[in-house]
């Protein structure tokens, strides 16, 4: 239930960005979600874990890993500022996809013919939900940069996981953001009306809540068990595009999302096996 709700507050968070327009920055939008968001999250973190647990040996490992994260995360909210909610998601299903093709160079990790074929099978799916020959917009290729973001943030956290605990990881990630975007805001700050204000709030608000419910569901239950409910994300887009933008998916995007979900659901449950958990 934790996991599926923090899907939804994150989710929601992405439909609020969306919501304030296209006219700022998504590096505005880091901003707010990341001021408001570590004001929910770090005396959280700091209560559960205590001050001495936020030392880190390992300072530029974690602000690579939140650049990266960063990046995707401007990435996708620029990406769903020009295309609907549920064609970004279905490209940003793909994440476990790179994950595991990037597992090989940089956590030297071996895939074998059916795990290969997952990835070709998968990509396939990508290429269709990028609709080329369709009517392809720019803005999906910002989801596909994102993902890529999000794979290369996702391998440098199984990196940092051999030393770092996850409070560290996420209160870096934060703070990381919040400096980021502070240093870029002064040339792309947009006075927002007082409804995109209120927009923006929402999303700092939802992102944290969202952030402390993941931190819950992979504290209570092995990641196995809740990996797989991270695709509940492309259900929230499609209703969120249908009652707020009256926008339904297309052919391509539904194939082109079906593909990539059962591929990612068949790559986590040879990994579930490869390591014995299943």
């Not at 968070?13 to 327009?21: H, I, N, P, R, S």
């Amino acid at each position: 239930l934790c996991m599926a709700g923090s899907v939804g507050a994150l989710a929601a968070m992405q439909m609020f960005v969306k919501l304030a327009g296209p006219e700022y920055s998504p590096f505005q939008a880091v901003f707010f979600r990341s001021a408001i968001a570590a004001m929910m999250v770090v005396p959280l973190m700091f209560y559960a874990a205590g001050p001495t647990s936020f030392r880190t040996t390992r300072p530029l490992g974690h602000f690579v890993r939140a650049l990266f994260g960063v990046a995707g995360n401007a990435s996708f909210y620029y990406a769903y500022s020009q295309i609907p909610m549920s064609d970004g998601m279905s490209i940003a299903m793909s994440v476990p996809i790179f994950t595991t093709l990037l597992a090989i160079p940089f956590l030297g990790e071996k895939v074998g013919l059916r795990r290969w074929t997952a990835i070709a099978i998968g990509f396939t799916g990508v290429v269709i939900a990028l609709d080329p020959t369709g009517d392809f917009q720019v803005g999906a290729l910002y989801a596909l940069f994102g993902t890529l973001c999000w794979a290369v943030s996702l391998i440098l956290i199984k990196q940092l996981s051999a030393t770092e605990t996850p409070y560290l990881i996420v209160f870096y990630y934060m703070i990381t953001g919040f400096a980021v975007s502070l240093l870029i805001l002064p040339f792309i700050w947009i006075t927002p009306t007082t409804e995109h204000l209120i927009f923006y709030i929402c999303a700092g608000l939802v992102g944290g809540l969202g952030q402390i419910l993941m931190t819950y569901a992979m504290k209570f239950a092995p990641a196995a068990v809740v990996t797989p409910f991270e695709y509940t994300a492309i259900c929230w887009a499609v209703l969120f595009d249908l009652l707020i933008w009256n926008v339904l998916p297309d052919l391509s995007t539904v194939l082109g999302a079906g593909i990539v979900i059962c591929t990612g659901l068949y790559i986590w449950h040879r990994e579930t096996r490869r390591h014995g958990m299943t």
